[in-house]
C-alpha cells in the first residue's frame, strides 16, 4: 500500500464514525476558525482554497461571509467528503463549493478543479494531522496566484498554561494522530522567505493555538 493509501486509510477510520459528531466536540477547542476566516477577505471574485477541509464546517461559513467567492476543498478522507457534501448540500452551497477527495502534500488544481491558482488558501487544524506538514505548506504555496495569501490556524504549545493542561491535551490529542507543530513559526519564515513574502504570526489564549498568514508580492 503506498503512503497516501496508508495515510488516506488511517483518516477514514479515525473519522467513519466520529464525522457525524465532529463539527458538535470540535466547536469547543478548535478556537480561532472564525479568526482565520475573519481575515482571509479574498477579492472581489476571488478564489479560495481550504487544505484539509473535513466537514465542510469552514468553508460554508467562508461562503457566507464572502458570497462572490469561489470556494473549493481537498481532503484524503473519503469518509470526511461524504459529511461534508451532505453539510454542503444542506446549506444550499453546492453551487459555490467543489470538494475533491487529494493529497495535501501533492495535488494538482488544474486537475481537480480546471483552475491554476487560488487567491487565499488556508489550513485550520489539519496541519498537526498531516505527517509531510512542510511539504503540505509548500505545495499551498505553489498554488498562490500572485499576491495570494496562506492563511492557518492550529494547535500551538500551550506555553503560558499549565504544564498538566499541555501535558494533558497532547496526550488526548495524540489519540487522534494530531500533533502540535512545535517549529511551525519557524518553517513558516523558512517559507516566507523563500518567496520573499510578507510574514505575520502570533499566539492566541495564552499560546493554546497560533496563526499566521504568509502574502506573496504581487506579480
Avoid at 27 to 36: A, P, V
Avoid at 44 to 70: F, Q, W
Avoid at 90 to 111: C, K, M, N, S, V
Wanted: glycine content about 8%.
Amino acid at each position: 500500500m503506498s503512503t497516501v493509501s496508508a495515510n488516506a486509510s488511517m483518516m477514514d477510520g479515525i473519522y467513519r464514525h466520529q464525522r457525524h459528531i465532529y463539527d458538535l466536540t470540535r466547536r469547543y477547542y478548535l478556537l480561532g476558525r472564525n479568526d482565520l476566516i475573519a481575515a482571509l477577505k479574498p477579492p472581489s471574485g476571488g478564489s479560495v482554497l481550504e487544505i484539509g477541509s473535513g466537514t465542510a464546517r469552514n468553508l460554508i461559513l467562508t461562503a457566507k461571509r464572502y458570497p462572490d467567492a469561489e470556494l473549493f476543498g481537498i481532503d484524503i478522507s473519503a469518509e470526511m467528503l461524504k459529511s461534508a457534501d451532505t453539510m454542503i448540500a444542506r446549506h444550499g452551497l453546492a453551487d459555490r463549493i467543489t470538494l475533491a477527495q487529494a493529497d495535501a502534500t501533492r495535488f494538482e488544481p488544474a486537475d481537480l478543479f480546471g483552475v491554476t491558482g487560488f487567491d487565499r488558501v488556508f489550513f485550520s487544524y489539519s496541519l498537526s494531522m498531516i505527517p509531510g506538514w512542510e511539504t503540505a505548506l509548500r505545495q499551498a504555496m505553489q498554488v498562490l496566484a500572485p499576491g495570494g495569501e496562506l492563511h492557518l490556524v492550529d494547535f500551538g504549545q500551550q506555553t503560558a498554561l499549565p504544564g498538566w493542561f499541555g501535558t494533558g491535551l497532547r496526550a488526548w490529542l495524540a489519540r487522534f494522530h494530531v500533533t502540535p507543530r512545535e517549529n511551525l513559526d519557524t518553517a513558516m519564515a523558512a517559507i516566507a522567505a523563500e518567496h520573499h513574502a510578507e510574514l505575520s504570526f502570533s499566539t492566541l489564549y495564552r499560546d493554546y493555538a497560533r496563526i499566521g498568514c504568509i502574502r506573496l508580492p504581487s506579480a
